[in-house]
């Protein structure tokens, strides 16, 4: 099944879905841009499952996902995942983040999960280039087969991101 891909310009926080995609940090502590904005709106409770999840598997390696409860946000879940911070060697920067999209829609999957939300992973201050990061994420949603999945939405916060998925969208 290929799910419909839809493009929306604003905050994810406010998106009802069934799992949101946070571009976190290794720590998975929380921190600025679109992390700090999904723990802030969801609350302590993303937090706590968060700690308990670091204390079980250590930091979250880049490329991979986790999932918490979504606390007080529009959806069931927060699925979050670590993008690789741009260090100019395109080869393995692509890889980590082909592998969190990838990652984050295989767990999404075994959630039952029917719709998911994407931020523009690494495009803000990890510096990921944003031409290449929206190929990437676009590549990744459109090869991925799924029988539960039916709509994975991007979005994106500004203007910029917008703009070039919507021109990758269109292709």
Known sequence: ???????????????????????????LLGGGGVDGAIHR?????????????RNKQGKCKTGEAVVTTAGNLPAKYVIHTV????????????????GCYKNSLELAESLGVKTIAFPNISTGVYRFPKDLAAEIAVQEVKNFQTETIEKIIFVCFDEENEKIYKKLLNE
């Open 1 to 27: 099944m290929k799910p419909k891909v839809e493009l929306i310009k604003g905050d994810i926080t406010k998106i009802h879905a069934d799992a949101i995609v946070n571009a976190a940090n290794s720590s």
């Open 83 to 98: 993008g690789p911070i741009w260090n100019n060697d395109e080869k393995k920067c692509s890889e980590l983040l082909a």
């Open 41 to 53: 709106a969801g609350g302590p409770k993303i937090l706590e499952e968060c700690r308990q999840i």
